[in-house]
């Protein structure tokens, strides 16, 4: 038998072919043979110390030597590649395996033999790794420790740009992309980013323990963030976080962080960035360098085991779109206006004082009460002084000081009477500016409301006969008599000049000739 390991040691070393025949005392033909039979089957060095050459033989030449053993070999490459299927087991490929040798008469091996067997395989060919994860069943993901750097070109100031970082374990196919901070909105974003660079959906998510993921996780329970949760129902998957302070539960994600802070990180350490899409781009390019570099102990790379093995395993994407969103819960004001952070919308004015749900989105701000949407305003680019609100938001009163104008006030004094019309053109040029005027105009419309329409124009009338400068209090209180002389004119004559008691000798009696008239009469 050929020293295998001592061949594959001597080439690991770069030693030719013909000093490796003189050193095993083997010819050339054989030493090549067993080189290109390991190459095939992704064998290298340093191979475990319990792998014998027997092992080696049976591996690299299936069949070949094996004239005593009653036992047909299993095609353990073809196993190896069933078993990355999804709901395919050891136990499952063992009896297919015995019933095929059985049917062409040979002799199968025992599932213990059968399942060493197997596991020396693939410990001898660097397979393992491959099997821990189904194909399409899971993308971890994670924020890189060491940032970038995003130098302000006037003032030089550094502000950091955070890598996100996905990663299909069963390939170790990798996603990163910089983002100008850690926030839900970029979280989010970068999800999708991703699962569109996989042209897929894995069946799980599993996140770290970040507020853009979780807003409890212990023991007992674990509740999402509402936007993460809605991300995963758009999509069709499942997100299970890693428990708390345990990174081995996306041990994938850990090392492929580690991974890109070396690969991208530290490569683009001397390169300067004046914006994120600079350093956005530069970490693109760098991803497209690790997923096609070569593995270092298999045949392919990320990008090849991907295409080959996983891609065809992950669920379509949605035929529409995800839009980011982000979910918060304030208690609505006195001013009935929530905030997406630089504007300010409307909601009824009823709910002051209730806790809503606001839902924001790029482009719309939605607002929820008790699962039901109240309101929903197009969402502002940029910051403005005004808030956004919504007539029918506002109460009566505050509706209609918002209509408030020189023209709505001259068209409504012009409908009721000339002295009113010149009375509202008094106020509204009585200041500096026309807005001075309203508050006299809206309580000239409410004395209209009290009094009617027809006394508001007389006293009006009366008092610009008065004077040039009229006054709301003025027109009150002209407003307010005629309607006491209507009420009064309205009493019955004969019940004004009854008298039920008292004095009834009326003014005459008590004048200085009536009194002594009176007093003679007496005597």
């Known amino acids: 038998m050929a020293n295998y390991r001592e061949i594959l040691r001597l080439h690991s070393l770069g030693t030719s072919q013909r000093g490796i025949a003189w050193e095993v005392q083997s010819s050339r033909d054989t030493v090549a043979d067993v080189i290109k039979a390991a190459n095939a089957a992704g064998i290298t060095w340093p191979l475990d110390e319990d792998i014998t050459n027997a092992d080696l033989q049976e591996i690299l030449f299936p ?35 015995c019933e095929k040798v059985r049917a062409t008469g040979g002799v199968p091996y025992m599932y213990t033999q059968f399942c060493d067997k197997y596991r020396k395989w693939a410990r001898v060919t660097k397979a393992t790794m491959r099997i821990v994860h189904k194909p399409g069943d899971a993308m971890q993901v994670d924020w890189a420790g060491d940032p970038l750097w995003i130098t302000d070109r006037m003032t030089g100031e550094l502000t950091p740009a955070n890598i996100f970082v996905a990663v299909l374990p069963c390939t170790w196919y990798t996603y990163a992309e910089a983002c100008s901070d850690m926030k839900s909105e970029n979280w989010l974003l970068c999800h999708v980013h991703a699962f569109n660079y996989f042209c897929g959906v894995p069946r799980l998510l ?54 890109v802070s070396t690969w991208i990180t530290a490569a683009l350490r001397d390169r300067t960035f004046f914006s994120i899409t600079e350093a956005q781009q530069a970490v693109s390019e760098k991803l497209e360098e690790i997923n096609r570099k070569p593995f270092q102990k298999r045949v392919g790379c990320r990008l090849s085991a991907f295409e080959q093995e996983e891609k065809a395993f992950l669920q379509p994407l949605p035929v529409l779109a995800y839009e980011p969103s982000v979910w918060s819960r304030p208690k609505v004001g006195t001013d009935y206006l929530v905030s997406d952070g630089r504007n300010k919308y409307s909601v009824p004015y009823d709910l002051i004082g209730e806790t809503v749900d606001v839902r924001l989105t790029r482009n719309i701000v939605e607002v929820y009460y008790r699962g039901d949407r109240v309101a929903a305003h197009v969402r502002l680019a940029a910051a403005q002084w005004e808030p956004v609100v919504k007539p029918e938001h506002m109460p009566e009163a505050h509706r209609k000081y918002i209509q408030y104008n020189a023209e709505e006030f001259t ?38 409301e009290r009094y009617g329409k027809e006394v508001l124009e007389d006293a009006c009338e009366r008092v610009l006969r008065l004077t ?25 004559a004969q019940q004004q000049e009854t008298h039920s008691g008292g004095i009834t000798r009326g003014a005459g009696y008590y004048s200085k000739g009536g009194r002594r008239h009176d007093e003679a009469g007496n005597d």
């Open 63 to 97: 069949g070949k030597y094996a004239y005593a053993s009653p036992y047909t070999m299993p095609d353990f490459a073809q196993v190896h590649q069933d078993l990355a299927k999804k709901g395919v087991t050891l136990t499952l490929l063992w009896h297919e395996y």
């Open 206 to 259: 599993i996140s770290d323990n970040c507020r853009t993921a979780t807003t409890v996780n212990n023991r007992y329970e674990t509740v999402l963030n509402r936007s993460y949760q809605e991300l995963a129902d758009h999509y069709g998957t499942a997100i299970v976080p890693a428990r708390v302070r345990k990174p081995d539960d996306k041990a994938v994600a850990e090392g492929s962080v580690r991974f």
């Open 411 to 448: 068209a409504w004094a012009v409908g009721v009477g000339k002295s009113t019309a010149g009375v509202v053109r008094c106020f509204l040029t009585s200041g500096r500016e026309a807005e001075q005027g309203y508050k006299s105009c809206a309580s000239l419309t409410k004395l209209a």
């Open 468 to 492: 040039s400068v009229p006054t709301i209090r003025n027109i009150s209180t002209l407003c307010r008599s005629s309607a006491d002389r209507k009420t009064a004119g309205e009493k019955p």
